[in-house]
């Protein structure tokens, strides 16, 4: 009888524990919350096989009032909310240097550009992109256009 009491509660605590996890951290339905479902059933079927039907009932009212006291306070709480994403990135590709480069500016390219890569101005490397064309490493390159976010290059003749 203690047995049956051990199994039936192991299952539904480890079932629900599980239902939890999948709430939190596992999102969308995963293996996690139906191994959860599937253990609390077998729990709640063990209770009203090995203990009979009246208690089989409580074990069903405790299971649903357990499940549905645990869901509604974590809502409530707001505990969920340690989870959130809380901060926005705000900055742009090439902030750092939009005031240090001009246009006219010469340098050499790094990597070939198909029609992007890297090219070093001023001993720092920069992604720049062509206007299409392909350009080989170690090119010379002068900029033709700066906007917020691209440097526009083309190579030297």
Do not use: C
């Not at 051990?6 to 293996?31: H, N, S």
């Not at 009246?54 to 074990?59: D, E, F, L, M, Q």
């Amino acid at each position: 009888m203690l047995l049956d009491w051990i199994t039936v509660l192991a299952l539904i605590g480890i079932g629900l524990l599980l239902i939890i996890v999948e709430l939190i951290f596992v999102p969308g339905t995963t293996v996690v919350g139906v191994a959860g479902f599937i253990l609390t059933a077998i729990g709640i079927w063990i209770g009203y096989a090995a203990l009979g039907t009246a208690t089989g009932h409580i074990i069903l009212a405790a299971t649903v009032l357990i499940g549905g006291v645990a869901f509604f306070y974590s809502f409530r709480s707001d505990s969920w909310a340690r989870f959130a994403l809380k901060e926005q990135n705000k900055s742009h590709v090439n902030e750092e240097y939009q005031h240090t480069l001009a246009v006219g500016q010469e340098g050499r390219t790094v990597s070939a550009l198909r029609p992007q890569g890297t090219a070093l101005f001023n001993d720092l490397h920069h992604e720049v992109q062509t206007q299409g064309e392909f350009l080989a490493p170690s090119t010379p390159v002068r900029i033709i256009k700066l906007t917020q976010n691209k440097i526009i290059v083309e190579a030297i003749s």
